[in-house]
């Protein structure tokens, strides 16, 4: 059974960087060819996607987002790590790190087969 756990700060002030790390149980993030996305919902909206890192190790990011994101791994401890630079209270969201059977670039849930349970992060001073 995989698990999906994410990490990180609950609250992060205005223009500073936001880190959330995702650690991975029970399947290995270099497995092909599956795909470790972030993905958030902000209150009282739909999920959007923030970007991916496959199995090899490419990312894909959110043309919105691109120019504030960073998405890395550590395969020796199996992680990857969402970082997004200059936030704002726009910003505030519940994050998720989930897993596709293969690369996508989409919130939709079907698309995935495994979930972390979210991390609230909101921005603020």
């Known amino acids: 059974q995989v698990q999906l756990q994410e990490s990180g700060p609950g609250l992060v002030k205005p223009s500073q960087t936001l880190s959330l790390t995702c650690t991975v149980s029970?399947?290995?993030?270099?497995?092909?060819?599956?795909?470790w996305s972030w993905i958030r919902q902000p209150p009282g909206k739909g999920q959007e996607w923030i970007g991916t890192?496959?199995?090899?190790?490419?990312?894909y990011y959110s043309p919105s987002l691109k120019s504030r994101t960073s998405i890395s791994r550590d395969t020796s401890k199996n992680q990857f790590t969402l970082q997004l630079s200059s936030v704002t209270p726009e910003d505030t969201a519940v994050y998720y790190c989930?897993?596709?059977?293969?690369?996508?670039?989409?919130?939709?849930?079907?698309?995935?087969?495994?979930w972390g349970r979210g991390t609230q992060v909101t921005v603020s001073s």
């Open positions: 989930a897993r596709s059977p293969r690369v996508v670039f989409t919130a939709r849930r079907d698309m995935y087969d495994y």
């Open positions: 029970g399947g290995s993030i270099t497995t092909a060819y599956y795909g």
């Open positions: 890192i496959g199995y090899s190790g490419i990312t």
